[in-house]
């Protein structure tokens, strides 16, 4: 039995029909319901319907602000990074540390290693050897027939770099993996992944009846991992404890900050909203070029927690009076293909970087992870995230309460120097309405 909200066929009735459906079911056919789905649709209808495309089922836009944090001196070159975001603080928080390190040679990126990982999940029923051997003679023959995929990959300075088999039977009885490290080049690499697994598990499929009894092999997955450990990059920023203690006030300052990151090291409660404060910059600059957010979070967590714990994935050396922040983080995004080149604002994005490749874009995303890394940890070891946070939400709150242009400056003023909760800023405005 079905309720009245199931529908079939969803996806094969045009924009105007879904409205309608949608409004009638679950708007009670309420007008504003309609109006405001209606205005977040593009003007223009070129970049509505490829908007449209993106996805199934699109009905409009949900936009989010685009931004930049500019002042970003990285490997010697002053960027302006693009950011999308919801987070009132992000942007002023990156763009403030990019600016306090900007005099001390800013972030020195390094890319250190670009292979992405991708596997053949299988169950094999007969010996591990006899397996082995399957593998090893048809392995070649495999690489041959799978040449006119990665042809043009290997043109772009990428491709299969090897392919092993490997087995996970003391953790699954029977289960094996065909594990492939690959160099995308310049892209994120899903397609070209995932089409190779596909490729040589099929014949993996077509060939094993001429070596052994078929129901011996029964291939289960075919897909990229999002754990690549391997595709990294690592960023730093430098300065003396003594400029430091100059710039800030603070007296101890490398200490309490080497501190701060040193409990997120061992207290897996500290080091996930520590890292939570790393992607805060890393998503927002992923999404501003296009690229796959999830695939980046779900890669940098896996990262966090690969010695058995989850740990901080920026760490502060001290030594000879220096202190170094550092992030080591994988990252496995692309500059070509997809989203990157279909969507005009990544790929204004692109160009607003220099249209760089995917390490250069590694190495300006990691910096912005480490900024944002050290505008928290800065705001937590001496005022607090409160006022900072406060200090920008104070505009949501105030468009929250309708308040005028004018009314908003005197706000502001008033909570220049004070903590503006919402009910503290609503109560001032309210007095000064009842003054008037
Ligand atoms: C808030 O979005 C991020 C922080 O919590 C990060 C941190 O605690 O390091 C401020």
Same mark, same amino acid.
């Given at each position: 039995?079905?309720?009245?909200?199931?529908?079939?066929?969803?996806?094969?009735?045009?924009?105007?029909?879904?409205?309608?459906?949608?409004?009638?079911?679950?708007?009670?056919?309420?007008?504003?319901?309609?109006?405001?789905?209606?205005?977040?649709?593009?003007?223009?209808?070129?970049?509505?319907?490829?908007?449209?495309?993106?996805?199934?089922?699109?009905?409009?836009?949900?936009?989010?602000?685009?931004?930049?944090?500019?002042?970003?001196?990285?490997?010697?070159?002053?960027?302006?990074?693009?950011?999308?975001?919801?987070?009132?603080?992000?942007?002023?928080?990156?763009?403030?540390?990019?600016?306090?390190?900007?005099?001390?040679?800013?972030?020195?990126?390094?890319?250190?290693?670009?292979?992405?990982?991708?596997?053949?999940?299988?169950?094999?029923?007969?010996?591990?050897?006899?397996?082995?051997?399957?593998?090893?003679?048809?392995?070649?023959?495999?690489?041959?027939?799978?040449?006119?995929?990665?042809?043009?990959?290997?043109?772009?300075?990428?491709?299969?770099?090897?392919?092993?088999?490997?087995?996970?039977?003391?953790?699954?009885?029977?289960?094996?993996?065909?594990?492939?490290?690959?160099?995308?080049?310049?892209?994120?690499?899903?397609?070209?992944?995932?089409?190779?697994?596909?490729?040589?598990?099929?014949?993996?499929?077509?060939?094993?009846?001429?070596?052994?009894?078929?129901?011996?092999?029964?291939?289960?997955?075919?897909?990229?991992?999002?754990?690549?450990?391997?595709?990294?990059?690592?960023?730093?920023?430098?300065?003396?404890?003594?400029?430091?203690?100059?710039?800030?006030?603070?007296?101890?300052?490398?200490?309490?900050?080497?501190?701060?990151?040193?409990?997120?090291?061992?207290?897996?409660?500290?080091?996930?909203?520590?890292?939570?404060?790393?992607?805060?910059?890393?998503?927002?600059?992923?999404? @501003?070029?296009?690229?796959?957010?999830?695939?980046?979070?779900?890669? %940098? $967590?896996?990262? /966090?927690?690969? #010695?058995?714990?989850? !740990?901080?994935?920026?760490?502060?050396?001290?030594?000879?009076?220096?202190?170094?922040?550092?992030?080591?983080?994988?990252?496995?995004?692309?500059?070509?293909?997809?989203?990157?080149?279909?969507?005009?604002?990544?790929?204004?994005?692109?160009?607003?970087?220099?249209?760089?490749?995917?390490?250069?874009?590694?190495?300006?995303?990691?910096?912005?992870?480490?900024?944002?890394?050290?505008?928290?940890?800065?705001?937590?070891?001496?005022?607090?995230?409160?006022?900072?946070?406060?200090?920008?939400?104070?505009?949501?709150?105030?468009?929250?309460?309708?308040?005028?242009?004018?009314? @908003?400056?005197?706000?502001?003023?008033?909570?220049?120097?004070?903590? %503006? $909760?919402?009910? /503290?800023?609503? #109560?001032?405005?309210? !007095?000064?309405?009842?003054?008037?």
């Amino acid at each position: 039995m079905h309720d009245q909200n199931f529908v079939e066929g969803f996806s094969k009735l045009n924009k105007k029909k879904k409205i309608d459906w949608l409004v009638k079911r679950y708007f009670a056919g309420r007008s504003d319901a309609r109006a405001l789905l209606e205005r977040y649709m593009h003007a223009d209808d070129r970049v509505q319907s490829l908007h449209d495309g993106f996805i199934e089922n699109t009905l409009t836009n949900y936009w989010l602000p685009y931004a930049v944090a500019p002042n970003f001196l990285i490997n010697g070159r002053t960027y302006a990074v693009p950011m999308v975001t919801e987070e009132s603080s992000v942007v002023a928080a990156a763009a403030k540390a990019a600016k306090f390190w900007y005099p001390f040679g800013g972030f020195k990126a390094r890319v250190t290693g670009k292979v992405k990982l991708g596997h053949i999940h299988l169950l094999y029923y007969g010996s591990a050897e006899k397996l082995q051997n399957f593998f090893a003679q048809t392995r070649e023959e495999f690489l041959r027939r799978l040449k006119p995929f990665t042809e043009n990959m290997e043109k772009r300075g990428g491709g299969i770099l090897s392919v092993e088999l490997e087995d996970w039977t003391r953790r699954l009885d029977y289960y094996y993996t065909v594990t492939f490290r690959l160099d995308t080049a310049d892209s994120m690499g899903a397609n070209f992944i995932n089409t190779i697994l596909e490729e040589w598990a099929d014949y993996m499929e077509e060939t094993y009846p001429s070596f052994g009894r078929p129901d011996e092999l029964e291939i289960i997955m075919r897909i990229l991992s999002n754990h690549n450990p391997g595709c990294r990059v690592r960023v730093s920023v430098e300065a003396s404890e003594q400029e430091l203690t100059r710039r800030t006030g603070i007296d101890d300052y490398a200490r309490r900050f080497e501190t701060a990151v040193k409990m997120a090291g061992i207290n897996p409660y500290r080091a996930v909203t520590h890292n939570k404060g790393i992607m805060n910059g890393i998503d927002a600059v992923v999404l @501003a070029t296009g690229n796959d957010f999830r695939a980046v979070e779900a890669g %940098a $967590h896996a990262f /966090a927690a690969s #010695e058995g714990e989850y !740990r901080s994935l920026s760490s502060v050396e001290r030594s000879d009076g220096m202190f170094r922040f550092i992030l080591d983080i994988p990252l496995a995004v692309g500059t070509v293909g997809g989203m990157t080149r279909l969507h005009p604002l990544a790929r204004l994005s692109m160009e607003l970087l220099g249209n760089p490749g995917a390490g250069e874009l590694m190495q300006i995303i990691a910096s912005v992870g480490l900024a944002q890394n050290f505008s928290a940890v800065h705001s937590l070891i001496t005022e607090g995230i409160q006022t900072g946070h406060m200090r920008m939400h104070l505009n949501n709150i105030l468009n929250q309460l309708g308040a005028t242009p004018g009314e @908003a400056e005197q706000i502001r003023q008033l909570f220049a120097t004070r903590k %503006a $909760h919402v009910r /503290a800023v609503k #109560e001032a405005l309210n !007095r000064l309405r009842n003054k008037k």
